[in-house]
């Protein structure tokens, strides 16, 4: 470790998870997480307003938590990075509103940044610095992205394609709710898929035809298909083979998503591919891809899967490059931005 190197402290709190990291350089020294999650689960999905209230509660006992994990003072601290978005605009507001309190009070710079860069940034906490460009597949709740990435960490990035209607963790989210497995449903489907047939049943690969955009993805058609099927086996009678649809739909769902990352990082002629967001920890999306790449040719990085779903540390990853290379700090009048564009790095 080098002690020369800002100390970084991150805040998340774009969606259920109070997370607060703390970083020096690209070291990991703390990565304190509170969720809500199970205050959500009776409703199915995420309550806006009992997000917002969660992290309010868990804001300063969870950087206090990371400060003690991290062995650091709160004085220590070089500047404090948090989410600006995009995410629900009031859980965004606590973060946001306390690391403002933090920078003024400590009188240390702020550094607001996109959650979605976060998520790509937190690789280098795992997989150490990468002095060359990179295909990222972005994959969370929202958003499920090819990103090309010149330097991790940097401010500049291209989205190459996106989804045209659902994020594969939506996706995976939901079909865990018409199967009953309960939310969030993308971990319950990998564990359900565990014990199923990935070939028992061939459902869709959207966007996959030979006049669709090879860099775009669409899943909610494949949700339909899963939903019809499902609905056939009940009409029948029959029961329904939760861990084969699991599977199968898993299996659907990573080909595509697999498959169109390495043609991407191929044809661009990049040898690095990142995987990032919560859907990035699913155990059969980092066994695939790992496969394809080996035959691609291609590097894979992807972090564990605990950096993968929310956390601080992915932000203060993220705060420590911008810092790291000389990035202008945000005003402490900068608002949360829910819809937070995904080339804009840093607000
Ligand atoms: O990045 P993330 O934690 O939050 C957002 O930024 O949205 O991603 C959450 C999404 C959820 O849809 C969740 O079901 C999915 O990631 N997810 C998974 C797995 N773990 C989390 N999807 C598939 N397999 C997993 N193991
Ligand atoms: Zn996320």
């Not at 939310?183 to 996959?208: E, K, N, S, V, W």
């Not at 697999?258 to 690095?272: F, L, P």
């Amino acid at each position: 470790m080098s002690a020369d190197q800002p100390l970084v402290l991150g805040i998340e709190t774009s969606c259920d998870e109070t997370g607060v990291g703390i970083v020096r350089g690209t070291e990991l020294l703390a990565d304190a997480v509170a969720s809500s999650v199970a205050e959500h689960a009776r409703f199915g999905g995420v309550v806006p307003e009992v997000a917002s209230r969660a992290h309010l509660q868990a804001m300063v006992p969870t950087v206090h938590r990371a400060c003690a994990e991290a062995g650091v003072a709160l004085s220590d601290i070089d500047a404090i990075a948090v989410t600006a978005g995009p995410g629900l605009a009031g859980a965004l507001l606590v973060g946001v509103a306390a690391a403002k309190a933090y920078a003024l009070a400590l009188d240390k710079p702020l550094y607001a940044v996109n959650h979605l860069s976060a998520h790509v940034a937190v690789d280098l906490l795992d997989n150490g610095p990468l002095d060359q460009a990179c295909i990222a597949l972005l994959v969370s709740g929202g958003h499920s992205s090819i990103l090309r990435v010149p330097r991790v960490g940097g401010q500049e990035l291209t989205e190459l394609g996106a989804t045209l209607d659902d994020a594969a963790g939506e996706a995976f989210d939901k079909v865990a709710r018409l199967l009953g497995l309960g939310f969030p449903g993308g971990p319950l489907i990998d564990r359900a898929a565990r014990d199923g047939d990935r070939d028992a049943i061939a459902f869709p690969r959207g966007m996959t035809g030979a006049r669709d955009d090879p860099m775009a993805f669409s899943f909610s058609g494949l949700k339909t298909a899963v939903a019809r099927w499902v609905e056939a086996r009940e009409r029948a009678g029959e029961p329904v083979p939760v861990a084969d649809v699991a599977a199968s739909f898993q299996e659907a769902v990573v080909d595509v998503l697999s498959a169109k990352a390495v043609r991407a990082a191929t044809e661009s002629g990049i040898e690095h591919l990142l995987l990032g967001g919560g859907v990035a920890a699913n155990s059969r999306l980092r066994e695939l891809t790992a496969q394809r790449c080996e035959r691609a040719g291609l590097r894979l990085r992807v972090p564990r899967p605990g950096l993968c779903t929310d956390n601080g540390a992915m932000v203060a990853a993220l705060g420590a490059q911008l810092v790291a290379h000389g990035a202008t700090p945000s005003r402490l009048d900068i608002p949360a931005d829910s819809s937070m564009p995904i080339t804009d790095v840093l607000s």
